[in-house]
């Protein structure tokens, strides 16, 4: 929680200045009116203020992982770019350990280490489809795995 008051924004509640990335957090979690749960994941790869990915990176990672997430999971609803280029929002259907989620994203990055293109990097298919990096996401998607052992530690005093 910052200082600055509550706010309506989970995300705006958290201390960027405390957290420690990479990591994979619940940032919310709604229970629909018939039942249904959807979970929003923070998976962040940059550390907030410090660095951040570049668009056309955020932009072929978030084609390449909303596709092939898909293959692991029916439950996948959205996965989408935060506007300070620092990670990534993934929003699931139903219950699930943050264990699990990271087992998703982790098979979901390793194959888009194997990818040979960028789905949909087009100008049909794709509101600017000349902004993609497919070597730029490979490299992130690599140093992201290489500390996937960090991954459940939020905060940099090694709290989750």
Known sequence: MTDQGRMNVESFNLDHTKVAAPYLRV????????????????????????????????HSIEHLFAEKSRDHSSRVLDFSPMGCQTGFYLIVEGEHTTEEVADLVAA????????????????????????????????????????????????????A
């Open 27 to 58: 940032a919310d979690r709604k229970t629909l009116p018939a039942g249904d749960v959807i979970v929003k994941f923070d998976v962040r790869f940059a550390q907030p203020n410090v660095d951040h990915l570049e668009m056309p990176v955020i």
């Open 108 to 159: 979901t990055l390793t194959d888009i280490l194997d990818a040979t293109e960028v789905p949909a990097a087009n100008t049909v298919q794709c509101g600017w489809g000349a902004s993609h990096s497919l070597d730029g996401a490979k490299t992130a998607v690599r140093a992201f795995l290489a500390k996937r052992d960090e991954w459940l530690t939020v905060f940099a005093d090694g709290s």
